[in-house]
C-alpha cells in the first residue's frame, strides 16, 4: 500500500468515526500539521499514531505496519 493510499484509508477511517486532525492533534499536544505528516507517512510520530488507532479503534499496526513492537501499546 502506498502512502498516498494508506493515509487515504486513516482518513476515511476517522472520517466515519468522527474523528479530526485537530482532536487529534489537541490530544496529543501538537500542531494539526504534526498530525497531517504523520498520517501521510512524513514523520514516524509514534505516539500520534497510537492514538489515531486506538480513536478509530483499529490496531496500530492495520494501520502503520512498519510500527516498532515497543510502540504498539501506550506506556
Known amino acids: 500500500m502506498s502512502s498516498q493510499e494508506r493515509y487515504r484509508f ?3 477511517e476517522m472520517v466515519r468515526r468522527g474523528i479530526t486532525n485537530k482532536s487529534i492533534a489537541d490530544e496529543a499536544d501538537v500542531s494539526r500539521e504534526y498530525v497531517f505528516m504523520v498520517l501521510s507517512g512524513q514523520r514516524k510520530g509514534y505516539r500520534v ?10 490496531p496500530v499496526q492495520t494501520f502503520f505496519p512498519d ?3 515497543q510502540y504498539l501499546e501506550a506506556a
Open 49 to 58: 499514531r497510537l492514538l489515531v488507532a486506538q480513536k478509530c479503534q483499529i
Open 67 to 69: 510500527t516498532p513492537a
Open 10 to 12: 486513516i482518513r476515511s
